[in-house]
């Protein structure tokens, strides 16, 4: 029998026995548990506490049968002790690189692209480091960095060509 309603899937979960209920905000389906703290929580909980879990789905038929197959799977993993935040939590994105490691690969991307030459080198030296050069170079590469490149860029080729 279809889930329908929202009290149905709260009903059935119940029913089931898990350590785990289902919490609706909005038009998003949550699952609530008692879980150890989340890794990177800016909370100062050290001890399990009850916390929501968001599911990505909406309150609709299909969301309620999602609901329901990830509160069953989320419960026995409670229930035997498996539960691991990394199989929840999205990955992590990688550390930016600085400007000065981003500068580096740009430049031996260039290079490797680019006929060899002293027209290279020029190029190298008076339209690119001469913008670079003034980005601190130990600063993790952000967009305002990346916009400041573009005006830098933009200002050292006009200054070169004699353009102001």
């Known amino acids: ?5 929202f009290e149905q899937l709260q009903e059935k979960i119940s029913a089931l026995g898990l350590r785990v209920s289902v919490r609706r905000k909005g038009e998003a389906l949550y699952l609530r548990a008692v879980l150890p703290p989340r890794p990177g929580s800016k909370s100062q909980q050290t ?7 968001a599911l990505k789905v ?6 309620f049968e999602v609901t329901l197959e990830k509160a069953i799977a989320f419960g026995l993993a409670l229930g035997r002790g498996e ?17 000065g490691e981003w500068v580096e690969k740009f430049k031996q991307h260039y290079y ?3 006929i060899e030459g002293k027209t290279q080198e020029k190029t ?3 339209h ?3 913008a670079y050069s003034l980005l601190p170079p130990n600063e993790s590469l952000s967009a305002v960095h990346c916009a400041a490149l573009r005006r830098l ?3 050292a080729i006009a200054i070169k060509s004699g353009q102001k």
């Open 1 to 5: 029998m279809a889930i329908t309603s």
């Open 47 to 53: 001890e399990p506490h009850q916390q929501d879990l």
């Open 58 to 63: 909406q309150a609709n038929r299909y969301g």
């Open 83 to 99: 539960f691991n935040w990394n199989d929840y939590l999205e990955p992590i994105a990688p550390q930016l690189e600085t400007v």
């Open 112 to 114: 490797s692209t680019k």
């Open 124 to 126: 190298w030296q008076g």
């Open 128 to 130: 690119y480091m001469s």
């Open 153 to 155: 860029g933009t200002s």
